[in-house]
């Protein structure tokens, strides 16, 4: 739609094609209802890719103020939560009216629950056959996203095209994802299920993010160990700092002047949430008074809550991420135009590129600088 917009203000004949039902739907469940539209701290910074330079055109050119410029031109209400992320104060149909109605206005053409059922080019025309009939262009956008969510429509479609023209893709996964743990380590941490852990600090190597944990029935969720997901590979440990503000040896040495006869979940309970502590409690061998617990068997319990090492055993997949890392190579195309430097005229734009935002609204605006910047060429 950002691409459409564009391109229809330099009164180019724009169709917009989508299988989908209604426009948008990614925005409309995006946020909560709410549509996380862009970050305030958005910057090359914010975004994985093998080559990370790639994004930094796009984003310098149509910027997050540029966005918000464009809702509060619309009218649209919004507030600021944690870490620069910036919200609808309604619905996200606020988002996707101020889209459509900004392609009304450039006479964008829209063709929903329409699909393409091949592609082609002929005498340097792209042929597209879809289920309402043949369409013929001398520029042709790819703007299908990547494989997150397929219960809402994702397909490879993006990638599929790419390899027709010859185009190099870097294997998709699924990014911005819970991590699943094996039975073992389930059957220790079945019993915190549902419980929230605010803040904490999720690292892989040296990348590290401090944001909330959620334990579930299957591993962790929560926005550290979705930012996390998109750096974690297949039999990588990942370290998680479960009390970041606080030395929990130095207060549990206090406790045990103060305090000598309080057993230590307990004690622990005075910091974490109380399930939490009992589980670490229990699982160190030392739930007894903290008048009986040596300096070394406090630092072991300390290293519990401050450095507890886990291997995942994969993620939930693309079934509940939030976006595909990989896609098409971004050595493949103009980090100006988008354009395809195998097959003139042909341009990818958003998340079917191999560039991942974090989380916290990066991912859209992603979406609206590539669509933006491909729209002034295509």
């Known amino acids: 739609m950002m691409c459409a917009i564009e391109a229809g203000k ?8 989508d299988h989908a039902e209604a426009p948008g739907e990614k925005i ?8 996380n539209f862009t ?15 790639f994004c930094k055109s796009a984003l310098s050119r149509y910027t997050q103020r540029d966005f918000i410029k464009l809702v509060e031109r619309h009218n649209i209400t919004w507030h600021e939560k944690t870490l620069g992320q910036l919200f609808c104060d309604n619905t996200a149909k606020d988002i996707i009216s101020m889209l459509l109605d ?25 042929q597209v056959e879809t289920t309402k009939g043949a369409f013929t262009a001398a520029s042709l956008v790819i703007a299908s996203g990547g494989l997150s969510i397929p219960k809402m429509g994702a397909t490879g479609f993006g990638y599929d095209i790419a390899g027709q023209f010859g185009l190099h893709v870097i294997k998709p996964e699924a990014a911005l994802v819970p991590l699943t743990f094996d039975a073992g380590l389930l059957e220790k941490t079945k019993a915190l299920s549902g419980l929230s852990v605010d803040p904490t600090e999720v690292s892989v190597g040296k990348t590290k993010f401090r944001e909330a944990l959620l334990f579930t029935h299957r591993g962790l969720s929560g926005p550290a160990i979705l930012q996390i997901s998109s750096y974690w590979r297949e039999g990588r440990e990942i370290t998680v700092n479960l009390l970041p503000d606080r030395d929990i040896f130095a207060e549990l040495k206090h406790l045990r002047q103060t305090s000598p006869k309080i057993v230590l979940h307990n004690a622990l309970a005075q910091f974490i949430p109380k399930r939490l502590a009992e ?5 160190s061998g030392h739930d007894i008074p ?3 617990l040596s300096d070394q068997k406090l630092k072991t319990v300390a290293a519990a809550i401050h450095q507890w090492r886990i291997t995942p055993v994969g993620t939930e997949g693309f079934r509940t991420a939030e976006v595909t890392r990989g ?41 609206w600088s590539s669509g933006w910047c491909a729209g002034q060429f295509v």
Not at 279 to 283: L, S
Not at 327 to 332: K, N, S, V, Y
């Open 10 to 17: 330099r009164n180019r004949r724009v169709l917009l094609i």
């Open 28 to 35: 409309r469940i995006s946020g909560g209802g709410r549509c």
């Open 39 to 53: 970050n305030l701290h958005t910057g090359p910074g914010n975004f994985i890719s093998q080559n990370p330079h």
């Open 102 to 126: 900004e392609m009304d206005r450039v006479n964008v053409r829209l063709e929903l629950e329409t699909s393409v059922k091949s592609v082609r080019k002929t005498d340097g025309l792209f």
């Open 279 to 283: 589980m670490i409690a229990a699982q």
């Open 290 to 292: 903290l008048a009986d």
């Open 327 to 367: 896609g098409i190579d971004t050595d493949e195309l103009s980090s100006k135009t988008f354009e395809a430097k195998k097959a003139p005229g042909l341009y990818f734009i958003g998340e079917a590129i191999d560039v991942t935002g974090h989380l916290g609204g990066h991912n859209f605006q992603w979406a």
